[in-house]
Structures are given as C-alpha cells and as structure tokens.
C-alpha cells in the first residue's frame, strides 16, 4: 500500500506536470517555440527551476494531444501540421462547431444568449474600426464561447484539441483586415439562428462559418501554387 508520503510526492509530481503542460503548450500556441523546432528538454527545465523528468511527462502528454512529435534517435519537435491534415481537421471542426450552436440555440438559457449578443456587439465594434488585433482575440473566445456554453463537455473537449492542432497549420491565420466584415455578417448569421433558438439554422450557420475556413485554406494554397509557377515561368523566360 502506498504510504502517505508517497502519495504527497506522487500529488506534487502531477501537478508539476500539469502545470508545465499547460506553461508549455502555451508558448507553443502563441509562437515562442516555432513549428518544427526540436524542443531541449534541459533548457526548459532550467527555465521553470525543474528537473527533466517533469518536462518529460508534460511533452509526453503534448505529444498525445497532437502539438509535439517525438522522433526516434532525433528528439522531439513542435508538430508540423500539413495542409492535407488541416482540411481533415476542419472537416470535424466544422461538424462539432455546427452541434454546438444547435445545442445553445435549443438549451442554452437566457443568459447564455444574452452574453452571445454582448460578445457579438464588442466584436463588431473591433471590425467596424478596423482594429484587426483586437478582432482576433474577441473572434478566437465567440467561438470558444459557444462550445462551452452548449453544455456538452465531450464535445468542448474535442473541439478544443483541434482548434490547437489547427493553430499549428502555417496558415492558420488566414483572417485578414479585409475578411471583418465578411467574418462579422457570418457571426451574426449565427447569434440570429441562436437567440431565435432556431436549432437547425443554429448548426447551419455555425457549420458554415468554419467551412468557409476551409475553403480559404484552399484558396490560399491555390494562390500559393499559382504564383509559384509564375515565378518558375519566369525564371525559364
């Protein structure tokens, strides 16, 4: 049986470990460790005041949420997300999203809409005045808004692990000054569907908000492949 000691150090580890995971998840998030790099281990632990062991366990559970990848005889890197995964990614993304408006559109209380309309109306000020950084932020918590408060914990739970997977994606951000105004009307596609507890609609809309991202992944990548012919083109010339 284990002692009560055992179980005081078996505790503290855990939540050392927790506690880095999440430290370090976000750096990887907000850029601070680049895509593809390999991650050294011993300079994180001397960077939070740790052993390695701990790091060790944190990297492990970032690996099985799909942010790093451990590479026999190599080490272990920030994941790099390809495009072909991205659209998969999405694909799901935009299934559990449209199940999450359905269900704050049908359950959700009053309170819930009514905090849905305060978040719409603080984003619609950031597009109005063109204040891209500001949009960003208020558009990443609407979304994540809307999975918390539609009750399903499972759902929240998967959807949140893609969104970070996704964050990974080279063009994660393919929002730009241009799209607020598109971005804003398909939000408020979904705040009218969600206070009208219009439950199908909800779904629609929310489904077709993040298929819209999709299809700018691939019109990005369109675009990418086009001016990269022209420049071969033009070398050739």
């Given at each position: 049986m284990m002692t009560a000691a055992a179980k005081l150090v078996l505790l503290q580890k855990h939540s050392l470990t927790s506690v880095l995971e999440r430290e370090i998840?976000?750096?990887?998030?907000?850029?601070?460790?680049?895509?593809?790099?390999?991650?050294?281990?011993l300079q994180l632990a001397e960077t939070f005041g740790t052993s390695r062991s701990p790091v060790r366990e944190a990297l492990r559970a970032l690996e099985a949420a799909g942010l790093v990848e451990a590479v026999p005889n190599r080490g272990i890197f920030i994941r790099r997300v390809d495009k072909a995964?991205?659209?998969?990614?999405?694909?799901?993304?935009?299934?559990?999203?449209?199940?999450?408006?359905?269900?704050?559109?049908?359950?959700?209380?009053?309170?819930?809409?009514?905090?849905l309309l305060s978040r719409h109306a603080a984003m619609g000020e950031a597009a109005a005045a063109h204040r891209f950084e500001a949009y960003l932020p208020l558009n990443f918590d609407f979304h994540d808004f809307?999975?918390?408060?539609?009750?399903?914990?499972?759902?929240?739970?998967?959807?949140?692990?893609?969104?970070?997977?996704?964050?990974?994606?080279?063009?994660?951000?393919?929002?730009?000054?241009?799209?607020?105004?598109?971005?804003?009307?398909?939000?408020?596609?979904?705040?009218?569907?969600?206070?009208?507890?219009?439950?199908?609609?909800?779904?629609?809309?929310?489904?077709?908000?993040?298929?819209?991202?999709?299809?700018?992944?691939?019109?990005?990548?369109?675009?990418?492949?086009?001016a990269a012919a022209s420049v071969e083109e033009t070398k050739s010339a």
């Open positions: 998840e976000a750096m990887i998030l907000r850029g601070a460790m680049p895509v593809g790099e390999r991650i050294n281990e995964f991205a659209l998969e990614v999405y694909g799901v993304r935009a299934a559990l999203f449209g199940y999450a408006g359905q269900l704050l559109a049908t359950d959700g209380s009053a309170d819930d809409h009514a905090e809307i999975v918390a408060a539609s009750g399903n914990t499972v759902l929240a739970a998967q959807y949140r692990a893609l969104v970070k997977q996704l964050r990974l994606f080279r063009a994660r951000n393919l929002m730009s000054g241009d799209t607020l105004a598109v971005s804003h009307r398909e939000h408020q596609t979904i705040v009218d569907a969600v206070v009208a507890r219009d439950g199908p609609g909800a779904y629609r809309a929310c489904f077709d908000h993040v298929e819209m991202g999709r299809q700018r992944v691939i019109a990005q990548s369109t675009d990418e492949s086009s």
